[in-house]
């Protein structure tokens, strides 16, 4: 856990953007991660929630241009070469994916890939296979000695979720990516990996990045949000003022739209008219004004000011007012 | 008259031999998928089907369409069910609207397939046009081909082509799974709609709670093949009477970050159906299970006229006015 800046910054990422060709995916995106924090990154597909946890852990898709910075623990992981990044990814950062199914090598056991993931590790190969074994049983795997030796399709899908976690946590890494890490799961499982990842915070030092467009999620793990719509950051704040005073009208209509939000039973369910924009090129203005309730003949020309309505609470609108 | 009725409605699936030779020979010769499944649905009337994967949801909506052969008693529209009546008067919008959509069919041809199946005269076929109208999508996407619509697009070319028939019941198997929020309310508004105009009978299969709560007016929830409660949706959310159904409701993730739940309400996962626990599927999940439940299958008991629920120690007392037993 060295690396960290004083002021417990494990995550900083500034004007950070990606496209592919004529594909703007990201624009400008500005965010930090400090150290035993939570941070939720929200909203819907085709926002830029995958892109940007590819260039947290340095993986952009082929064709991608990056620009920008992304400095984990102090060091850019954009600017490194390839060889640096490598170094970086499992002790700097490690990624949990949405499906666990594919994130292991199906021939592979689970203790062969546990192992071979410590392989930067002093440790003879017997105390990493402890140590992996000592990862599951954390996690809450049963019987993790005899779970080194099975293969990931013989764990149930709660269980191989857990296997990423504790995949993912070998290298102790200062900054855990997780994308959309429940949305393959049933909602009791949800719940318990919820809870899994809350405990793990405590003990893990680092700092947690949560990728989701569930808002049960947000509510139930993370400290503060982002909420990204169209490539770019529309809002951010602690968890309770976006979900009790969202500030941003995508914000407001994302919330609104959620039936979980939504007390008794109503008649019609709220939704969202229209779709996210095609991002090639992204349209001029605020990226929301096509579906947004109350936008102006400002809102289609020109780029919104980014309002700061609280200390880290701001909204990139030209309707929100400080 | 309902529309749809189950009576003690039981599937099984016959193990490959290999199988279970490789389990040691004690396990029965056929898996018991699901038993005791009494349920009616009548018109005009959607009703949720909730359960975690592998309960039996998917399973039990194949038995009832006749795609699965199945025990028990079933009827369809006070009849027997036939195949023939059952391929033209119900439809299935399965789970995966895309892989569901033939890749080399465009829009147009897949929605009015069924009238060639059914050899319906060309004076009683609607128009493509006319079918992807009454989902609200523009004609011109009768053109296109499955991969180039979007989630939302594909579900509603599902609806279309499920509704090309005038069917009296249409069973969704998770019709919100993998759409954003922002259109979910789109896809579920229409199937409101269309069953308010047409009275079509809905059944809504999914392990969302909230979209069953503000889409079904009663709830069935299933657990490893059994019916563990049925009843009003209000009520049920209201007052389980489960204490899975309990268990099911208390899992579901707030949004609101003060109303976060500090302890998990259901720990241990679903037990495989090759190792169904004795007496009550649930007892080794249970907060509350007592040594009888792992012993004996609990009898169902109707806690009020609407409510039933299958439980030796049910979160809420049998309403007295109410018909009692049933065991």
Redesign the interface.
């Known amino acids: 856990m060295t690396g960290a800046q004083d002021d417990g910054t494990v995550l900083r990422v500034e004007g950070l953007s990606v496209s592919y060709g004529a594909v703007q995916a990201l624009r400008g995106a500005s965010l930090i991660a400090r150290r035993s924090e939570v941070i939720g990154i929200v909203g819907?597909?085709g926002c830029g929630k995958s892109t940007l946890a590819s260039a947290l852990i340095g993986l952009p898709a082929p064709g991608a241009r990056m620009r920008g910075q992304v400095e984990i623990g102090g060091r850019d992981i954009v600017a490194a070469p390839e060889r640096a990044r490598r170094a970086m990814r499992g002790a700097a950062v490690a990624m949990i994916f949405q499906d666990p199914m594919t994130s292991f090598n199906p021939v592979l056991t689970l203790g062969q890939q546990l192992t071979d993931f410590q392989h930067r590790s002093a440790l003879p190969r017997r105390a990493r296979r402890a140590r992996a074994a000592a990862m599951l049983a954390r996690v809450g795997l049963p019987d993790p000695e005899l779970a080194l030796d099975r293969h990931i399709h013989e764990l149930?899908?709660?269980?191989r979720q857990r296997a990423a976690i504790a995949a993912a946590l070998l290298m102790q890494p200062q900054l855990l990516v997780a994308d959309e890490p429940t949305t393959a799961l049933?909602?009791?499982?949800?719940?318990?990996i919820?809870?899994l990842l809350r405990e793990l915070r405590h003990e893990h030092q680092g700092a947690i990045v949560v990728i989701t467009?569930?808002?049960?999620?947000?509510?139930?793990l993370?400290d503060r949000v982002y909420v990204m719509y169209a490539g770019e950051i529309v809002e951010e704040g602690t968890?309770?003022e976006i979900?009790?005073d969202p500030r941003h009208p995508y914000t407001q209509?994302?919330?609104a739209?959620?039936?979980?939000?939504?007390a008794g039973?109503?008649?019609?369910?709220?939704?969202?008219p229209d779709?996210v924009p095609d991002l090639d090129p992204p349209p001029p203005g605020c990226s929301f004004a096509p579906r947004c309730p109350v936008a102006m003949a400002r809102c289609r020309t020109d780029a919104p000011p980014r309002v700061t309505v609280g200390p880290g609470h701001a909204a990139a609108c030209h309707r929100v007012t400080p | 008259m309902s529309l749809f009725e189950l009576h003690e409605v039981g599937v099984d699936i016959p193990l490959a031999r290999g199988i279970t030779a490789a389990l040691g020979g004690h396990e029965p010769r056929v898996l018991n998928i699901l038993d005791g499944i009494t349920l009616d649905l009548h018109a005009g009337e959607t009703l949720g089907l909730v359960g975690?994967?592998g309960s039996g949801k998917t399973t039990l909506a194949r038995a009832m369409l006749g795609l699965r052969a199945a025990r028990g008693q079933m009827r369809f529209q006070g009849q027997p069910l036939v195949r023939a009546v059952l391929r033209r008067a119900t439809a299935m919008m399965f789970q995966d609207p895309v892989a569901s959509l033939s890749p080399r069919m465009r829009v147009g041809d897949a929605v009015c397939e069924p009238y060639v199946i059914q050899r319906i005269p060309r004076s009683r076929r609607r128009s493509a046009a006319d079918l992807l109208d009454s989902v609200g999508l523009p004609p011109s996407l009768a053109a296109l081909y499955p991969h180039e619509l979007?989630?939302?697009q594909a579900r509603r070319v599902c609806a279309a082509r499920a509704l090309a028939l005038n069917p009296a019941l249409v069973i969704a198997d998770e019709p919100t799974a993998g759409l954003?929020?922002?259109?979910?309310?789109?896809i579920?508004?229409l199937m409101?709609d269309l069953k308010r105009e047409r009275g079509i009978g809905l059944m809504i299969i999914t392990?969302?709670?909230?979209?069953i709560?503000?889409?079904a007016e009663r709830i069935a929830v299933l657990y490893l093949g059994r019916l563990v409660e049925t009843g009003p949706?209000?009520e049920v959310f209201a007052r389980p009477a489960h204490p899975y159904t309990a268990?099911?409701i208390a899992?579901?993730?707030?949004?609101?970050?003060?109303?976060?739940?500090a302890d998990?309400?259901?720990?241990g996962?679903?037990p495989s159906l090759l190792r169904r626990p004795p007496g009550c599927p649930f007892h080794t999940r249970c907060p509350v299970a007592r040594d009888i439940c792992a012993r004996v299958p609990p009898p169902e008991i109707h806690v009020s006229a609407t409510r039933r629920v299958r439980c030796h120690f049910p979160l809420i007392q049998p309403d007295r006015n109410g018909p009692q037993g049933g065991q």
């Not at chain 1, 039973?265 to 969202?272: A, E, F, Y």
Request: charged share 20%; net charge negative; with cysteine.
């Open positions: 819907e597909s149930s899908g709660g269980m049933d909602v009791t499982m949800e719940a318990q919820i809870h467009h569930h808002l049960g999620v947000i509510g139930e993370c968890t309770d979900y009790h209509a994302l919330i739209c959620d039936p979980a939000h939504i039973t109503v008649d019609r369910l709220p939704t969202i779709r | 975690e994967s979007s989630g939302g954003d929020v922002s259109i979910q309310g789109d579920l508004n409101a392990h969302n709670l909230p979209v709560r503000h889409s949706t209000p268990s099911l899992s579901q993730p707030n949004p609101d970050p003060r109303k976060r739940r998990l309400a259901i720990r996962e679903v």
